[in-house]
Nanobody, 123 residues
Framework: QVQLVESGGGLVQAGNSLTLSCLAD????????VGWFRQAPKKEREFVAA????????VYSDPVKGRFTVSRDNSKDMVSLQMNNLKPEDTAVYYC????????????????WGRGTQVTVSS
């Protein structure tokens, strides 16, 4: 069973950057695709970005494309989400998820989720 812990959230002003980390406690983590999702108050959870298990494929949602970068270091069982030029609409709880997924942007394919980390962007 994979366990995931997110970190790196916080309060930043618009235009600034944050890097989120997702640390896994699993021997087979490198075999899993890892995705980042977010949920703002009163909104449904939405896909943000994901990386395949070999890190050969990355996928981004349109709102973050060109501003966010997802990467993974399998030697450290860690996936990072570099978020640049943050906007107030990026405010949400960010979750990482892992699983043997076929479609990286589909939340229902991920079997393990972290508890989330809050990102707040002030204008």
């Amino acid at each position: 069973q994979v366990q995931l812990v997110e970190s790196g959230g916080g309060l930043v002003q618009a235009g600034n950057s944050l890097t989120l980390s997702c640390l896994a406690d699993a021997r087979r983590f490198s075999r899993f695709g890892v995705g980042w999702f977010r949920q703002a108050p009163k909104k449904e959870r939405e896909f943000v970005a994901a990386v395949s298990w070999l890190a050969g494929i990355t996928v981004y949602s349109d709102p973050v494309k060109g501003r966010f970068t997802v990467s993974r270091d399998n030697s450290k069982d860690m996936v990072s989400l570099q978020m640049n030029n943050l906007k107030p609409e990026d405010t949400a709880v960010y979750y990482c998820a892992a699983g043997a997924v076929q479609f990286l942007d589909r939340s229902d394919e991920y079997t393990t989720w972290g508890r989330g980390t809050q990102v707040t962007v002030s204008s």
